[in-house]
Structures are given as structure tokens and as C-alpha cells.
């Protein structure tokens, strides 16, 4: 049933019908900004990650090391802890207001706000997995980079081909949960003008004022989005367990 005008307050589920009809192009087009931003976010926060996660893992080794190598290891693990102190301890809606209203002065034609958006999120997620992907070497057994360094591994071959790997691999599931996280935080960037769901959501009902009816389309939305990235999360959780179950029956 197609309503030509707005349906009177009481009729809930015609207004939501109404609402999906006359802003289908908004909600789809919030839909595909929310998809990108948490898909490139989540991508480019990962890569950037294992580059923070190295930094923060060297080893300092006083007898071998020459002081500039001690110095550049120290001035990265420092950079590594500050750089995960502030954006783990600054919420996202603060950090999109900083870089956009921020660099805005200067005149760059290309920055917009989704531009700020996504490296926002980028910058936000790289520090939370790279928490995930540390805490993911510390459960692996130090005797795997021992065994690798007597093999005539050097450290750096050692972390990228042993430990990191299996690292990844065993974060899998956390770092599928911070896509899902990003999905929903990615709301807060309405406040610098990205138009994602909750953003288009609140265009589509700025003229008519029926705000539960049109966050209530959002909020199914935002479930459906998170339930099936859910699904895909347990299905990776399940095969790394199965997966290490086979590796250790063998």
C-alpha cells in the first residue's frame, strides 16, 4: 500500500511505510556511506595496525643494539602508547569534530566531511585492533620465536612470518566485532555532515517531525546490519576453532 500524503500520528506502522516509500533514496544512500565507512575503516585501521603493533612489540636488546637502534625502538614504542592512549581515551564524535573543523581553514578542495569521516574512523579503529593483535602475540608461546631465531630467523622474519600470522589469525573474531562496533559508531559523524543512516534518517524526518517512526526504520537497520556481520563473525570464530582443533589431533 502506496500513502500519497503523511498519515495521521496514531498510524504507526502507515507512517513507517510512508517514511520507507517517499525516503527509500535516503535510507539506501545512509546504508552505503555506513557500509564504506566501516568496511574501508576497518580495512585500512587493520593495515595500519600491524605497522603500530610492530613498533610496540620491538625488544630492546642493550648488549646488540647500537644507541641510535635503542633510540628509534624507544621513540617507537612511545609513539605506538601515545597514539593508543589517545584515541582509545577520546570518544569518536570528539576526534571527527578536531580533524574536520580542524583542517577546514586551510582551504584543501578534496577535504570534505566524509573524507574526515573515514580517516576518523581509520585512525579510531587502528588503535583498537592493534590492542587486539598485541594481545593476540602475548597468548602465543614465546618458544615459537625462540624456535625460529635458532633457525637462523632474524626477529623481524620471525614476527612477520611466524608469530603475526597466527597472531591475525586468532584475532579474527575481535577484529570482526570492531567492524560491528564501527557500524554503529559511525552514527556520530552526522555531527560533522557525513550522511550515513542516522543522518539521512534525521533528513528524511526534519520536514514531517515523526522522529520515533524514522529512527525506528533506523534501528531495524542498524539490527539487520549488525546481525548478519554477527553471523559472519561466529562463523569465523567457529572454523579457528575447528581449525585448531584438526592442527592439534595432528
Do not use: C
Request: proline share 2%; net charge positive; glycine share 8%.
Amino acid at each position: 500500500m502506496i500513502f500519497l500524503t503523511l498519515p495521521p500520528k496514531d498510524q504507526f506502522f502507515q507512517t513507517i511505510y510512508y517514511l520507507i516509500d517517499t525516503y527509500a533514496g535516503f535510507f539506501i544512500r545512509g546504508i552505503l556511506i555506513t557500509l564504506f565507512l566501516s568496511i574501508v575503516g576497518t580495512l585500512g585501521g587493520f593495515l595500519l595496525s600491524l605497522l603500530l603493533t610492530v613498533l610496540r612489540t620491538q625488544e630492546i636488546d642493550h648488549r646488540r643494539d647500537h644507541a641510535l637502534s635503542i633510540f628509534l625502538k624507544k621513540l617507537g614504542q612511545g609513539f605506538s602508547y601515545v597514539y593508543v592512549t589517545i584515541f582509545r581515551g577520546t570518544p569518536m564524535i570528539v576526534q571527527a569534530m578536531l580533524f574536520y573543523y580542524g583542517f577546514a581553514p586551510l582551504g584543501i578542495s578534496w577535504w570534505t566531511s566524509l573524507v574526515a569521516g573515514l580517516i576518523v574512523v581509520t585512525l579510531n579503529t587502528t588503535a583498537y585492533i592493534a590492542e587486539v593483535i598485541r594481545s593476540g602475540i602475548n597468548g602465543i608461546d614465546k618458544g615459537q620465536m625462540e624456535a625460529a631465531r635458532s633457525l637462523g630467523f632474524s626477529r623481524s622474519q620471525s614476527m612477520f612470518q611466524i608469530v603475526l600470522p597466527q597472531a591475525i589469525k586468532n584475532s579474527l573474531p575481535a577484529i570482526g566485532n570492531e567492524f560491528i562496533v564501527n557500524l554503529k559508531d559511525t552514527a556520530v559523524l552526522s555531527v560533522i555532515g557525513v550522511v550515513d543512516i542516522f543522518k539521512a534518517t534525521s533528513m528524511a524526518t526534519s520536514s514531517n517531525y515523526r522522529i520515533v517512526e524514522g529512527f525506528f526504520i533506523a534501528a531495524i537497520i542498524y539490527l539487520i546490519l549488525t546481525f548478519f556481520t554477527s553471523k559472519l563473525v561466529g562463523r569465523l570464530e567457529k572454523g579457528r576453532a575447528q581449525m585448531k582443533k584438526v592442527t592439534q589431533n595432528d
